[in-house]
């Protein structure tokens, strides 16, 4: 059974700051993907990483991908406040499709 | 990038009655649909994967004579919540994966979600 388990699950940061989300998974998959949840909205798509060493950057967000150590990184450059929210990764369980989430991390960036 | 949308967008209804959700994807077919539940404060749970013109597949746990699926359409895919009761409360997401001419499976695109109370 995949698991996904992302680290921390609750992040409070400053203005500024910079901070990584990790997200490690139990078995070999061949995409991962970050997605964005404001309060009481559906996801945002963030991130598609297709393969080891994928990395992409997208504002002060950038994400990357080893597929060896069964671990993607999302990291926040000079967090704004504007970047709170639930940030998920997923993982395909196969090429078929099916998603399974990380618990989800809740950034609260603080002036 | 592609659109999907559902409707209602919230529902409030009584214990013991049923309730439909529609996830339509707008520019795009979609032959494989998902559809997750979202608890307050917790991740997203993969009920089921609705297959046009075929059954949908449930997981483990997930009560198919209770969550009725059904995908009529490339574009198309229903929840109707039958007998609900107040727990089956929650924030309902269908999601649709788009392809590349091969067939590979490309994005997948997230419906706004429907939340559903039950009195």
């Known amino acids: 059974e995949l698991k996904v388990e992302q680290n921390p699950l609750f992040l409070s940061m400053q203005e500024g700051k910079n901070y990584t989300i990790y997200c490690n998974y139990s078995?070999?998959?061949?995409?991962l993907y970050w997605y964005r949840q404001d309060p009481g909205k559906s996801l945002e798509s963030l991130f598609v990483?297709?393969?080891?060493?994928a990395v992409k950057q997208e504002g002060r967000l950038m994400a990357s991908l080893d597929t060896k150590a069964r671990l993607s990184t999302l990291h926040i450059t000079a967090a704004v406040h504007d970047l709170s929210a639930t940030y998920f990764c997923?993982?395909?369980?196969?090429?078929?499709?099916?998603?399974?989430f990380g618990q989800g991390t809740i950034l609260t960036v603080h002036p | 990038g592609a659109v999907v949308s559902q409707h209602p967008s919230w529902v409030i209804c009584k214990s013991g009655t049923s309730v439909k959700i529609e996830c339509r994807s707008l520019d795009f077919q979609a032959t494989t649909m998902f559809w997750y539940r979202q608890f307050p404060k917790q991740s997203l749970m993969l009920m089921a994967t609705?297959?046009?013109?075929?059954?949908?597949?449930?997981e483990q746990g997930v009560e198919k004579d209770k969550f009725l699926i059904n995908h009529a359409s490339l574009t198309l895919s229903t929840l109707t919540v039958t007998s609900a009761h107040p727990e089956d409360s929650s924030f309902y997401i269908c999601s649709a994966r788009d392809r590349d001419l091969t067939g590979r499976f490309l994005e997948q695109y997230f419906g706004p979600g429907t939340r559903l109370t039950v009195t």
């Open positions: 078995t070999t998959s061949d995409r």
């Open positions: 609705s297959n046009e013109g075929s059954k949908a597949t449930y």
């Open positions: 990483l297709l393969s080891n060493g």
């Open positions: 997923a993982v395909a369980r196969t090429s078929y499709g099916k998603l399974t």
